[in-house]
């Protein structure tokens, strides 16, 4: 079974550039994340979609942040425009069932300089 | 609100060594679900276990085990026999499941376990 694809692995923007990430997810798998993980932090939630819609988004920051599934199975998430503070690795991730239980994909790290 | 925290940021032993990692949770849901996590070099998140909240059973796999106790608010994971190949970021999580179906993790820091040869 295929896993979490996400492209590109890695990119490099200057602040006030933008950026988009994709995402593909475990085929028949409902419910996808985007998570932001900051150097030696743990990953935080940016936004949760069940199936198109969006069950979560408190913790995106949505001045900048935005996020779209339109489909159902891949997703994009977008920054416009990117600040310092954003360089991270993105990661999406996708779940079959109640309760959080979730893979990951490798992630997308991005570096605004 | 939810919150996880790993008190270890670095553990490092020498291989063969027993090791614990030590996550303490805190939720006002009645049913949640801890997890943790394995993040190699590489950058992946690894699955490694779930356990929901009305199940306090001590869980081993192999060299691995977990010691959940809501009493004290702990999940707590231990390698027995440690080896290289363990040396990660490992990370404890939960998801809270009576949130009209919000179930995101929250993440603790995480810790860097260092496994010595």
């Known amino acids: 079974e295929a896993g979490v694809a996400q492209s590109p692995r890695y990119k490099i923007i200057e602040k006030r550039q933008s950026v988009a990430f994709w995402c593909n997810p475990i085929?028949?798998?409902?419910?996808l994340y985007w998570y932001q993980q900051i150097l030696g932090q743990g990953p935080k939630l940016l936004i949760q979609f069940q199936n198109n819609g969006v069950v979560d988004d408190s913790q995106l920051p949505k001045d900048r942040f935005s996020a779209e599934r339109l489909k159902g199975v891949d997703s994009t998430l977008k920054i416009q425009p990117a600040k310092l503070e954003d360089s991270a690795v993105y990661l999406c991730?996708?779940?079959?069932?109640?309760?959080?239980?979730?893979?990951f994909g490798q992630g997308t790290r991005l570096t605004v300089v | 609100a939810q919150k996880v925290t790993q008190a270890q940021t670095e553990i490092s032993v020498v291989e063969k060594e027993d090791v614990t990692l030590d996550c303490v949770y805190e939720?006002?849901?009645?049913?949640?679900?801890l997890f943790w996590y394995k993040q190699p070099p590489s950058g992946e998140l690894v699955f490694l276990i779930r356990?929901?909240?009305?199940?306090?059973q001590n869980e081993i796999s192999g060299r691995y085990s977990w010691n959940f106790q809501k009493s004290t608010s702990s999940f707590n994971f231990t390698i027995t026999a440690s080896q290289v190949v363990d040396s990660a970021v490992y990370f404890c999580a939960l998801s809270e499941a009576g949130r009209g179906g919000a179930d995101g993790l929250t993440f603790g820091k995480g810790t860097h376990l260092i496994i010595q040869p």
């Open positions: 085929s028949g798998h409902a419910t």
């Open positions: 939720t006002r849901d009645t049913t949640y679900y």
């Open positions: 991730a996708s779940s079959q069932d109640r309760g959080g239980l979730s893979f």
């Open positions: 356990r929901n909240s009305f199940d306090e």
